[in-house]
Protein backbone atom coordinates (compact mmCIF):
# COMPACT_ATOMS: atom_id res chain seq x y z
CA UNK A 1 0.00 0.00 0.00
CA UNK A 2 1.63 3.13 -1.03
CA UNK A 3 -1.14 5.80 -0.06
CA UNK A 4 -2.69 6.32 3.67
CA UNK A 5 -5.81 6.50 1.87
CA UNK A 6 -7.87 7.10 -1.34
CA UNK A 7 -8.61 10.43 -0.29
CA UNK A 8 -4.92 11.39 -1.68
CA UNK A 9 -5.38 9.81 -5.21
CA UNK A 10 -8.89 11.21 -5.74
CA UNK A 11 -9.23 13.24 -8.56
CA UNK A 12 -9.23 17.04 -8.80
CA UNK A 13 -13.16 16.91 -9.87
CA UNK A 14 -13.47 14.85 -6.60
CA UNK A 15 -11.75 16.93 -4.45
CA UNK A 16 -13.44 20.27 -5.33
CA UNK A 17 -17.11 18.53 -5.09
CA UNK A 18 -16.00 17.34 -2.09
CA UNK A 19 -14.75 21.07 -0.91
CA UNK A 20 -18.50 22.00 -2.13
CA UNK A 21 -20.30 20.35 0.76
CA UNK A 22 -17.75 20.87 3.48
CA UNK A 23 -16.82 24.67 3.03
CA UNK A 24 -20.24 25.82 3.57
CA UNK A 25 -20.59 23.24 6.83
CA UNK A 26 -17.41 24.37 8.03
CA UNK A 27 -17.96 28.21 7.65
CA UNK A 28 -21.26 28.07 9.42
CA UNK A 29 -19.92 25.61 12.20
CA UNK A 30 -16.83 28.14 13.10
CA UNK A 31 -19.55 30.80 13.25
CA UNK A 32 -21.38 28.79 15.55
CA UNK A 33 -18.71 27.54 17.87
CA UNK A 34 -15.97 30.61 17.64
CA UNK A 35 -17.29 33.66 19.30
CA UNK A 36 -14.65 35.79 16.73
CA UNK A 37 -15.88 34.12 13.93
CA UNK A 38 -18.77 34.36 14.61
CA UNK A 39 -18.30 38.51 14.50
CA UNK A 40 -15.48 38.44 12.00
CA UNK A 41 -18.38 36.04 8.90
CA UNK A 42 -21.68 37.71 10.29
CA UNK A 43 -22.36 38.78 7.61
CA UNK A 44 -21.31 35.74 5.06
CA UNK A 45 -24.13 33.31 3.85
CA UNK A 46 -22.15 30.16 4.51
CA UNK A 47 -24.06 28.61 2.07
CA UNK A 48 -22.63 30.23 -0.72
CA UNK A 49 -19.19 29.54 0.15
CA UNK A 50 -18.69 26.50 -2.38
CA UNK A 51 -15.57 26.50 -3.39
CA UNK A 52 -11.99 28.31 -3.85
CA UNK A 53 -12.92 31.41 -4.93
CA UNK A 54 -15.63 32.25 -2.64
CA UNK A 55 -13.37 31.41 0.12
CA UNK A 56 -10.87 33.88 -1.41
CA UNK A 57 -13.37 36.76 -0.46
CA UNK A 58 -13.48 36.02 2.84
CA UNK A 59 -11.49 38.29 5.60
CA UNK A 60 -8.13 36.60 6.16
CA UNK A 61 -6.67 36.28 10.34
CA UNK A 62 -3.42 37.03 10.77
CA UNK A 63 -1.17 34.65 12.81
CA UNK A 64 1.05 37.78 14.15
CA UNK A 65 -1.92 39.19 15.65
CA UNK A 66 -3.29 36.36 18.03
CA UNK A 67 -0.99 37.42 20.80
CA UNK A 68 -2.81 40.88 21.42
CA UNK A 69 -6.17 38.70 20.34
CA UNK A 70 -5.80 36.36 23.33
CA UNK A 71 -5.16 39.18 25.67
CA UNK A 72 -7.99 40.78 25.32
CA UNK A 73 -10.04 37.85 25.03
CA UNK A 74 -8.13 34.86 26.88
CA UNK A 75 -6.93 31.95 26.04
CA UNK A 76 -8.04 31.44 22.50
CA UNK A 77 -8.66 35.07 21.65
CA UNK A 78 -12.53 33.84 20.63
CA UNK A 79 -11.04 30.86 17.86
CA UNK A 80 -11.63 28.46 19.69
CA UNK A 81 -14.75 26.45 20.66
CA UNK A 82 -16.44 27.12 23.73
CA UNK A 83 -18.64 23.61 23.65
CA UNK A 84 -18.17 21.56 26.80
CA UNK A 85 -15.31 18.72 26.53
CA UNK A 86 -13.77 20.28 22.89
CA UNK A 87 -10.66 20.67 24.34
CA UNK A 88 -8.47 18.76 26.03
CA UNK A 89 -5.19 20.33 26.65
CA UNK A 90 -3.23 23.77 26.15
CA UNK A 91 -0.17 24.85 24.97
CA UNK A 92 1.87 27.88 24.81
CA UNK A 93 4.04 28.78 21.58
CA UNK A 94 6.71 31.60 22.17
CA UNK A 95 4.55 34.77 21.67
CA UNK A 96 3.38 33.88 24.01
CA UNK A 97 0.24 31.86 21.92
CA UNK A 98 -1.87 29.68 23.50
CA UNK A 99 -3.29 26.84 21.31
CA UNK A 100 -5.88 24.30 21.97
CA UNK A 101 -5.87 20.52 21.63
CA UNK A 102 -8.62 18.80 21.08
CA UNK A 103 -9.82 15.15 22.61
CA UNK A 104 -10.14 12.99 19.31
CA UNK A 105 -7.63 10.65 17.92
CA UNK A 106 -4.66 12.38 15.72
CA UNK A 107 -6.52 15.43 16.39
CA UNK A 108 -3.51 17.58 14.70
CA UNK A 109 -3.29 14.95 11.58
CA UNK A 110 0.10 13.94 11.88
CA UNK A 111 -0.60 10.20 10.89
CA UNK A 112 -0.68 11.38 7.15
CA UNK A 113 2.12 12.67 6.67
CA UNK A 114 4.13 9.97 8.71
CA UNK A 115 2.89 6.86 6.28
CA UNK A 116 4.41 8.96 3.50
CA UNK A 117 7.46 8.82 5.74
CA UNK A 118 7.67 5.56 5.39
CA UNK A 119 5.99 4.89 9.16
CA UNK A 120 4.44 1.71 9.76
CA UNK A 121 2.80 -0.19 12.36
CA UNK A 122 4.89 -1.86 14.72
CA UNK A 123 7.72 0.55 14.01
CA UNK A 124 8.88 2.51 17.38
CA UNK A 125 9.32 6.16 17.02
CA UNK A 126 11.76 7.79 18.44
CA UNK A 127 10.53 11.19 19.37
CA UNK A 128 12.52 14.36 20.35
CA UNK A 129 10.18 17.19 20.11
CA UNK A 130 9.35 18.34 23.61
CA UNK A 131 6.38 17.20 25.36
CA UNK A 132 6.10 20.40 27.70
CA UNK A 133 4.66 23.68 26.65
CA UNK A 134 4.42 23.30 23.12
CA UNK A 135 2.47 20.68 21.33
CA UNK A 136 5.05 19.28 19.26
CA UNK A 137 5.92 16.29 20.44
CA UNK A 138 2.27 15.29 21.25
CA UNK A 139 1.90 15.75 17.56
CA UNK A 140 3.53 13.13 16.58
CA UNK A 141 2.93 11.13 19.32
CA UNK A 142 -0.56 10.95 18.17
CA UNK A 143 0.44 10.62 14.45
CA UNK A 144 2.43 7.55 15.41
CA UNK A 145 0.17 5.65 17.40
CA UNK A 146 -2.56 6.49 15.40
CA UNK A 147 -0.51 4.32 12.93
CA UNK A 148 0.47 1.28 15.44
CA UNK A 149 3.97 2.82 16.46
CA UNK A 150 5.29 2.75 19.41
CA UNK A 151 6.40 6.03 20.79
CA UNK A 152 9.92 6.60 22.80
CA UNK A 153 9.20 10.47 24.22
CA UNK A 154 12.79 11.24 24.18
CA UNK A 155 12.61 15.09 23.51
CA UNK A 156 15.60 17.11 23.24
CA UNK A 157 18.86 17.49 24.68
CA UNK A 158 21.15 15.45 26.60
CA UNK A 159 22.97 13.70 23.94
CA UNK A 160 24.42 11.06 25.45
CA UNK A 161 21.80 9.63 27.47
CA UNK A 162 19.62 9.58 24.31
CA UNK A 163 22.33 7.62 22.79
CA UNK A 164 22.17 5.40 25.08
CA UNK A 165 18.24 5.08 24.90
CA UNK A 166 18.89 4.35 21.30
CA UNK A 167 21.21 1.71 21.46
CA UNK A 168 19.15 -0.01 24.49
CA UNK A 169 15.80 0.26 22.52
CA UNK A 170 17.08 0.35 19.11
CA UNK A 171 14.07 2.75 17.19
CA UNK A 172 14.29 2.14 13.56
CA UNK A 173 12.12 5.71 13.17
CA UNK A 174 13.30 9.09 14.09
CA UNK A 175 10.91 12.49 14.18
CA UNK A 176 12.50 15.85 15.63
CA UNK A 177 14.90 18.85 13.84
CA UNK A 178 17.36 17.78 11.07
CA UNK A 179 20.24 19.68 13.33
CA UNK A 180 19.45 17.18 16.72
CA UNK A 181 19.61 14.31 14.35
CA UNK A 182 22.46 15.21 13.06
CA UNK A 183 23.81 16.07 16.38
CA UNK A 184 23.07 12.44 17.51
CA UNK A 185 24.70 11.20 14.60
CA UNK A 186 28.18 13.07 14.90
CA UNK A 187 27.99 12.53 18.65
CA UNK A 188 27.77 8.87 18.10
CA UNK A 189 30.38 8.42 16.04
CA UNK A 190 33.06 10.39 18.73
CA UNK A 191 31.82 7.83 21.33
CA UNK A 192 31.26 5.15 18.81
CA UNK A 193 27.96 4.44 20.17
CA UNK A 194 25.00 2.29 18.19
CA UNK A 195 22.60 4.24 16.30
CA UNK A 196 22.35 1.74 13.38
CA UNK A 197 18.60 1.04 13.91
CA UNK A 198 17.62 4.26 12.77
CA UNK A 199 16.52 3.94 9.19
CA UNK A 200 14.15 6.72 8.53
CA UNK A 201 13.33 10.27 9.50
CA UNK A 202 10.58 12.64 9.42
CA UNK A 203 11.81 16.02 10.13
CA UNK A 204 10.70 19.96 11.19
CA UNK A 205 10.63 22.68 12.95
CA UNK A 206 13.39 23.98 10.59
CA UNK A 207 15.08 23.83 7.07
CA UNK A 208 16.67 20.60 5.99
CA UNK A 209 19.78 21.57 4.14
CA UNK A 210 20.72 18.98 1.09
CA UNK A 211 24.39 18.49 2.65
CA UNK A 212 22.68 17.46 6.23
CA UNK A 213 19.99 15.39 4.10
CA UNK A 214 22.77 13.53 2.18
CA UNK A 215 24.84 12.52 5.27
CA UNK A 216 21.92 11.02 6.87
CA UNK A 217 20.93 9.21 3.58
CA UNK A 218 24.88 8.06 3.42
CA UNK A 219 24.31 6.96 7.24
CA UNK A 220 21.26 4.61 5.72
CA UNK A 221 18.35 7.11 7.24
CA UNK A 222 15.92 7.91 4.50
CA UNK A 223 14.60 11.45 5.82
CA UNK A 224 11.38 13.52 4.47
CA UNK A 225 10.21 16.69 5.57
CA UNK A 226 6.78 17.90 7.67
CA UNK A 227 5.55 21.64 7.31
CA UNK A 228 3.28 21.76 10.43
CA UNK A 229 2.54 25.16 13.06
CA UNK A 230 1.15 24.91 16.32
CA UNK A 231 -2.32 26.55 14.91
CA UNK A 232 -3.05 24.27 12.59
CA UNK A 233 -1.32 20.75 12.64
CA UNK A 234 -0.08 19.39 9.84
CA UNK A 235 0.11 21.65 6.34
CA UNK A 236 2.00 19.66 3.86
CA UNK A 237 4.15 16.87 4.06
CA UNK A 238 7.28 15.80 1.21
CA UNK A 239 6.65 12.52 -0.01
CA UNK A 240 9.49 10.29 -1.52
CA UNK A 241 9.04 12.04 -4.78
CA UNK A 242 10.26 14.55 -3.44
CA UNK A 243 8.74 17.28 -5.58
CA UNK A 244 7.58 19.81 -3.41
CA UNK A 245 5.39 19.81 -0.10
CA UNK A 246 1.60 17.90 -1.14
CA UNK A 247 -1.23 19.49 1.24
CA UNK A 248 -2.86 17.68 3.74
CA UNK A 249 -6.32 16.20 3.05
CA UNK A 250 -7.56 18.16 6.22
CA UNK A 251 -6.69 21.97 5.38
CA UNK A 252 -7.20 24.06 1.90
CA UNK A 253 -4.02 26.30 1.68
CA UNK A 254 -4.18 29.55 -0.41
CA UNK A 255 -0.60 31.70 -1.46
CA UNK A 256 -2.06 35.11 -0.87
CA UNK A 257 0.16 38.49 -1.86
CA UNK A 258 1.63 39.07 1.73
CA UNK A 259 -0.44 41.87 3.54
CA UNK A 260 -3.21 41.34 1.78
CA UNK A 261 -5.94 38.49 1.14
CA UNK A 262 -5.28 38.42 -2.40
CA UNK A 263 -4.67 34.91 -3.90
CA UNK A 264 -1.44 34.78 -6.07
CA UNK A 265 -0.70 33.38 -9.68
CA UNK A 266 0.40 29.78 -9.81
CA UNK A 267 4.35 30.04 -9.15
CA UNK A 268 4.37 33.25 -7.86
CA UNK A 269 5.52 33.02 -3.80
CA UNK A 270 3.00 34.39 -1.45
CA UNK A 271 1.87 34.11 2.08
CA UNK A 272 0.65 30.64 3.26
CA UNK A 273 -2.98 30.90 4.43
CA UNK A 274 -5.23 27.62 5.29
CA UNK A 275 -8.21 27.18 6.30
CA UNK A 276 -8.93 24.07 8.54
CA UNK A 277 -11.50 21.62 8.75
CA UNK A 278 -11.16 21.24 12.39
CA UNK A 279 -14.61 21.12 14.60
CA UNK A 280 -12.64 22.40 17.74
CA UNK A 281 -10.37 24.99 15.94
CA UNK A 282 -12.15 26.16 13.11
CA UNK A 283 -9.51 28.44 11.63
CA UNK A 284 -10.95 29.95 8.75
CA UNK A 285 -8.46 31.77 6.02
CA UNK A 286 -5.67 31.83 8.61
CA UNK A 287 -2.09 34.07 7.51
CA UNK A 288 0.28 31.73 8.80
CA UNK A 289 3.13 34.46 8.09
CA UNK A 290 5.13 31.88 5.84
CA UNK A 291 5.92 32.12 2.52
CA UNK A 292 5.80 29.17 -0.68
CA UNK A 293 4.24 29.08 -4.25
CA UNK A 294 2.24 26.42 -5.47
CA UNK A 295 3.72 24.08 -8.01
CA UNK A 296 1.91 22.86 -11.04
CA UNK A 297 0.37 19.70 -11.54
CA UNK A 298 0.30 16.67 -9.33
CA UNK A 299 3.29 14.75 -7.51
CA UNK A 300 4.80 12.07 -9.14
CA UNK A 301 4.05 9.79 -6.33
CA UNK A 302 0.03 9.74 -7.17
CA UNK A 303 -0.70 12.12 -4.74
CA UNK A 304 -3.53 14.23 -6.62
CA UNK A 305 -3.82 17.33 -4.18
CA UNK A 306 -1.83 20.64 -4.34
CA UNK A 307 2.05 21.21 -4.05
CA UNK A 308 3.78 23.98 -2.48
CA UNK A 309 7.42 24.74 -3.43
CA UNK A 310 8.27 23.90 0.65
CA UNK A 311 9.22 26.94 3.16
CA UNK A 312 10.80 29.60 1.71
CA UNK A 313 11.06 32.47 4.22
CA UNK A 314 9.09 34.80 6.36
CA UNK A 315 6.32 37.20 5.24
CA UNK A 316 6.14 39.49 8.34
CA UNK A 317 7.99 41.90 7.13
CA UNK A 318 7.22 44.83 8.80
CA UNK A 319 10.35 47.26 9.04
CA UNK A 320 10.84 50.42 11.46
CA UNK A 321 12.31 53.69 8.80
CA UNK A 322 12.91 56.96 10.98
CA UNK A 323 10.68 56.32 13.66
CA UNK A 324 7.54 55.17 11.96
CA UNK A 325 6.36 51.31 11.52
CA UNK A 326 5.77 50.25 7.35
CA UNK A 327 3.99 47.21 6.81
CA UNK A 328 3.02 45.22 3.74
CA UNK A 329 -0.99 46.36 4.04
CA UNK A 330 0.33 49.52 3.38
CA UNK A 331 2.01 48.72 -0.04
CA UNK A 332 -1.05 46.40 -0.52
CA UNK A 333 -2.95 49.89 -0.21
CA UNK A 334 -1.30 51.82 -3.01
CA UNK A 335 -1.97 48.65 -5.45
CA UNK A 336 -5.77 48.94 -4.19
CA UNK A 337 -5.84 52.34 -5.60
CA UNK A 338 -4.23 51.68 -8.77
CA UNK A 339 -5.03 48.86 -10.40
CA UNK A 340 -3.03 49.15 -13.45
CA UNK A 341 -0.34 48.37 -11.19
CA UNK A 342 0.18 44.76 -10.85
CA UNK A 343 3.01 44.10 -8.54
CA UNK A 344 4.88 46.12 -5.47
CA UNK A 345 7.98 46.15 -3.69
CA UNK A 346 9.24 48.59 -1.29
CA UNK A 347 12.86 48.98 -0.85
CA UNK A 348 14.58 50.24 1.91
CA UNK A 349 17.88 51.47 2.14
CA UNK A 350 20.40 53.85 3.17
CA UNK A 351 21.48 56.99 1.13
CA UNK A 352 25.48 57.93 0.59
CA UNK A 353 24.42 60.49 4.00
CA UNK A 354 23.19 56.96 5.23
CA UNK A 355 20.31 58.41 5.56
CA UNK A 356 16.81 56.33 5.74
CA UNK A 357 15.42 56.05 1.94
CA UNK A 358 12.66 54.57 0.74
CA UNK A 359 11.62 53.16 -3.31
CA UNK A 360 8.36 52.05 -4.20
CA UNK A 361 9.14 49.92 -7.45
CA UNK A 362 5.88 49.03 -9.52
CA UNK A 363 5.32 46.78 -12.29
CA UNK A 364 2.98 48.00 -14.93
CA UNK A 365 1.82 48.12 -18.33
CA UNK A 366 0.41 51.68 -18.43
CA UNK A 367 3.55 53.65 -17.32
CA UNK A 368 3.22 57.68 -17.75
CA UNK A 369 3.96 60.87 -16.22
CA UNK A 370 0.37 60.84 -14.49
CA UNK A 371 0.64 57.23 -13.23
CA UNK A 372 4.19 58.26 -11.38
CA UNK A 373 2.61 61.40 -10.20
CA UNK A 374 -0.06 59.68 -8.59
CA UNK A 375 1.58 56.58 -7.28
CA UNK A 376 3.95 58.66 -5.42
CA UNK A 377 1.25 61.16 -4.15
CA UNK A 378 -0.73 57.85 -2.67
CA UNK A 379 2.53 56.34 -1.34
CA UNK A 380 3.19 59.61 0.75
CA UNK A 381 -0.34 59.68 1.91
CA UNK A 382 -0.37 55.66 2.89
CA UNK A 383 2.97 55.76 4.46
CA UNK A 384 3.26 58.90 6.20
CA UNK A 385 7.00 59.10 4.84
CA UNK A 386 8.60 60.19 1.55
CA UNK A 387 8.81 57.73 -0.68
CA UNK A 388 10.06 57.72 -4.30
CA UNK A 389 8.60 55.50 -7.04
CA UNK A 390 10.51 53.72 -9.94
CA UNK A 391 7.62 52.26 -12.60
CA UNK A 392 8.83 49.17 -14.29
CA UNK A 393 8.06 46.21 -16.85
CA UNK A 394 6.20 43.23 -15.55
CA UNK A 395 8.13 40.34 -14.62
CA UNK A 396 10.93 42.82 -13.42
CA UNK A 397 10.10 42.39 -9.96
CA UNK A 398 12.06 38.80 -8.19
CA UNK A 399 9.96 36.30 -7.68
CA UNK A 400 10.79 36.27 -3.85
CA UNK A 401 6.96 36.68 -2.03
CA UNK A 402 8.64 40.37 -0.24
CA UNK A 403 6.82 43.35 -0.43
CA UNK A 404 9.21 44.98 1.29
CA UNK A 405 12.82 44.46 0.89
CA UNK A 406 15.15 46.02 4.03
CA UNK A 407 18.65 46.26 2.77
CA UNK A 408 20.35 48.48 5.26
CA UNK A 409 22.95 47.18 6.70
CA UNK A 410 23.14 48.76 10.31
CA UNK A 411 27.15 47.55 10.97
Sequence with gaps: MNHFDQLEIRSVEERERWLAEVLPRQIAHARKVAPYFAKLLAEVDAAQVTGRAALAKLPVTRKSDLTEMQRADPPFGGLAST???AIGRIFASPGPIYDPE???PDWWRFARGMFAAGFRKGDLVYNTFAYTFTPAGFMVDGGARALGCAV????GGNTEQQLAAIAAVRPNAYVGTPSFLRILLEKAEELNSDVSSLKKAMVGAEALLPAVRQMFEDRGISTLQLYATA???MIAYESPAREGWIVDEGVVVEIVRPGTGEVVAEGEVGEIVVTAFNPDYPLVRFATGDLS???PGPSPCGRTNMRIKGWMGRAD????VRGMFVRPTQVAEVLRRHPEVTKARLVIDHDEKKNDRMVLRCETMA???ALFQAVAASARDIVKLRTEVEL???GSLPNDGKVIDDTRKFD
Design 317 to 320: QTAK
Design 293 to 295: AVL
Design 392 to 394: AAP
Design 231 to 233: DLG
Design 152 to 155: FPAG
Design 83 to 85: EPG
Design 102 to 104: GTS
Design 367 to 369: GGE
